[in-house]
């Protein structure tokens, strides 16, 4: 086996990967698809645009906890189980929010349990395909998972675009549901645990380990920042095109989908770039093209043709930076690589709890602009928490504590 591991291609690590993708892709799917929602909910409840936004962050807070405690629930479950449990609580919610949420306060219920159940599953696959690959291939392991991420991403706006325009909310949280069973059904079928050993200690150890970790709170602000910065341009764009007039629902749920369908192909290459040229170098070129799409945003945010050149521009750069800053992430420490993935996703959403809590008063107070500006400032930051993080993954050894002074 690990002959064979040495001899993987970067098409090999893709294809023994396929089961994990669908289930990688509904989380992003499922948030992006109620971000483009949020006007149709404030109507359809009867509550205020800011109120409507709770949609998100109910769904982003029990997200961000079970991501950082996912690693100690495979501690006791295994991988697999972890990411199959996920999905079925997860699917279990979204039928229920289509079947049962007639009021906002049981939708918000609602998104709550989606959120809880989405959380197990971004960190577990990226740990459990990083398992399955030699360490030289784990950028590009991590770029197949995170173009997962993207075609979720690219999917959402206009799928929920579309559903919101053409048919309703409801029918787009039940084929969520429908998704999220079948992905649960490839993951037991292609993926099974080893033994679990009674070791005797404590399921919270790793995660205590990987937190005493500096490069591991460091590349998790670098993730925090990134998805901050991701989505201020998904949610802003897509409220200020619908209320300046600039188009509806479903025109900019198509905009606002061109980063993710951009990752789709930039994921994997970004990944497989960054084994070669290393990671730090491809998210450097990453925050470029990011502050160069963003900048033209900021100078003709009027104009509807603009929108689609600079979001292409963005898109690549959101995938460079998503992709290999993950990369650095998962290649600290190896022995500790689900509770590191668990604390480094759980960091990287709470950006998205942050993102609509911190840039609506921007938004109110200086529109789309404002905004702008400030993820600017947001991914500017994030490349100078790079060097050190980057350094502790190539020395293999990054300040790392022993079990002792970890418990």
Not at 72 to 100: D, H, K, W, Y
Not at 129 to 138: D, E, F, G, L, N
Not at 272 to 286: A, E, K, S
Not at 313 to 331: D, K, Q, R, Y
């Amino acid at each position: 086996m690990a002959q064979e591991q040495k001899l993987i291609s970067s098409m090999g690590v893709f294809r023994l990967l396929i089961p994990l993708y669908l289930g990688a892709l509904l989380s992003p799917l499922n948030i992006a698809g109620t971000v483009n929602m949020v006007p149709t909910l404030s109507e359809d409840f009867g509550v205020s645009l800011s109120l409507a936004g709770l949609a998100i962050t109910a769904y982003a807070v029990p997200l961000v906890a079970s991501q950082v405690g996912s690693g100690a629930l495979t501690e006791v479950l295994g991988p697999s189980r972890t990411l199959i449990a996920g999905l079925l609580i997860f699917s279990v919610s979204c039928l229920a929010a289509a079947a049962f949420a007639t009021s906002y306060p049981v939708f918000i219920v609602a998104r709550a349990a989606q959120g809880l159940g989405a959380g197990l599953t971004l960190p577990v696959s990226m740990a459990l395909a990083a398992r399955q690959v030699p360490p030289q291939r784990t950028s590009t392991a991590i770029g197949g998972i995170q173009a997962a991420f993207t075609i979720g991403l690219a999917l959402g706006p206009v799928t929920g675009g579309l559903f919101a325009e053409h048919l309703n909310w409801q029918w787009f949280y039940a084929s969520s549901g429908v998704a999220g069973v079948i992905a649960a059904g490839g993951v037991a079928l292609a993926f099974t645990d080893p033994p679990r050993l009674a070791t005797g200690r404590s399921p919270l150890l790793p995660l205590r380990q990987a937190l005493a970790i500096p490069a591991v709170r460091l590349i998790s602000v670098a993730g925090f920042l990134s998805l901050l910065a991701l989505m201020g341009v998904l949610i802003f764009v897509a409220i200020w095109l619908q209320r300046s007039g600039l188009a509806g629902p479903a025109m900019s749920g198509l905009l606002v989908s061109i980063p993710g369908l951009v990752g789709i192909v930039v994921s994997p290459v970004a990944g497989v770039l960054g084994d070669r040229l290393g990671n730090r170098r491809i998210v450097i070129v990453g925050i470029v093209l990011f502050v160069i799409g963003a900048l033209g945003i900021i100078g003709a945010s009027g104009t509807f043709t603009a929108y689609p050149p600079l979001l292409f521009l963005i898109g690549i750069g959101v995938a460079c930076m998503l992709t290999n800053v993950g990369a650095i992430a998962l290649s600290l420490r190896p022995d500790l690589r689900q509770a590191i993935s668990g604390v480094f996703n759980g960091s990287r959403f709470f950006g998205a709890v942050v993102a609509p809590v911190a840039l609506t008063p921007v938004y109110e107070a200086f529109s789309i602009k404002g905004v702008f500006l400030v993820i600017i400032v947001t991914s500017i930051l994030l490349a100078f928490l790079l060097r050190p993080a980057e350094s502790a993954a190539n020395s293999g050894q990054p300040d790392t504590p022993s079990d002792s002074d970890a418990s």
